[in-house]
Every structure is written in structure tokens, then in C-alpha cells.
């Protein structure tokens, strides 16, 4: 059965950072596009960043510059690097795997920015 756990959220401050983790199993990731979405209260969950097979990301508009995407195939882990945090970023952070119709999903990790 294939798991996606997140791992790596909690309290941070404005202007902090935080690394977040995704741990793949059951599943050949190296051929899964792996996105980070996002879900703030009250809000539609948004997509954050994603990252093909061969590693090349995308980010939304509101984090680039800030979050760095990048995925580990030998350890079948994807991370979210976020820094210069703002509370507008506090959300449950969610790992997403596709490939073609195959779709899987975390259980999501909160994160939160705040003084």
C-alpha cells in the first residue's frame, strides 16, 4: 500500500524557517511527479511546488524566491525547504505523488508563522 508521510512542520516565527519531508513507500517514486499543496483555514488547498522526474520545479507566484522544492529518488523523499516564513504561509502542508492516473496523498503536516 503506498504511504506518503510529512514530517517537519510546526511553530515557526516570521522570517524563519522550516524544512519539511515527505517519505515515499511502496511505490517507485523516481517516476512520480511530487507536489507540495497547501491549505490554509477557511481556504482552497493551493499548490505550492512540484517537481518532475528529472528534478526541474515550479512554484506558486506567493513562494518563489522563498520555498525551494527538491526530491531525493535514493531515498524516495521529497522536501520543502521554506524560508523569510510569513504568516500568510501558515497552512497544513500536504505531499501529493501523480503519474498519469495514479494519485496519492499525505496526511498533511501543519505549519505555522507566528510572533
Known amino acids: 500500500q503506498v504511504q506518503l508521510v510529512e514530517s517537519g512542520g510546526g511553530l515557526v516565527q516570521p522570517g524563519g524557517s522550516l524544512r519539511l519531508s515527505c517519505a515515499a513507500s511502496?511505490?517507485?517514486?523516481?517516476?512520480?511527479?511530487m507536489v507540495w499543496y497547501r491549505q490554509a483555514p477557511g481556504k482552497q488547498r493551493e499548490l505550492v511546488a512540484v517537481t518532475n522526474r528529472g528534478g526541474s520545479p515550479n512554484y506558486a507566484d506567493s513562494v518563489k524566491g522563498r520555498f525551494t522544492i527538491s526530491r531525493d529518488n535514493a531515498k524516495n523523499t521529497v522536501y520543502l525547504q521554506m524560508n523569510s516564513l510569513k504568516p500568510e504561509d501558515t497552512a497544513v502542508y500536504y505531499c501529493?505523488?501523480?503519474?498519469?492516473?495514479?494519485?496519492?496523498w499525505g496526511q498533511g503536516t501543519q505549519v505555522t508563522v507566528s510572533s
Open positions: 501529493n505523488a501523480k503519474f498519469n492516473v495514479l494519485e496519492y
Open positions: 511502496a511505490m517507485i517514486f523516481s517516476i512520480y511527479y
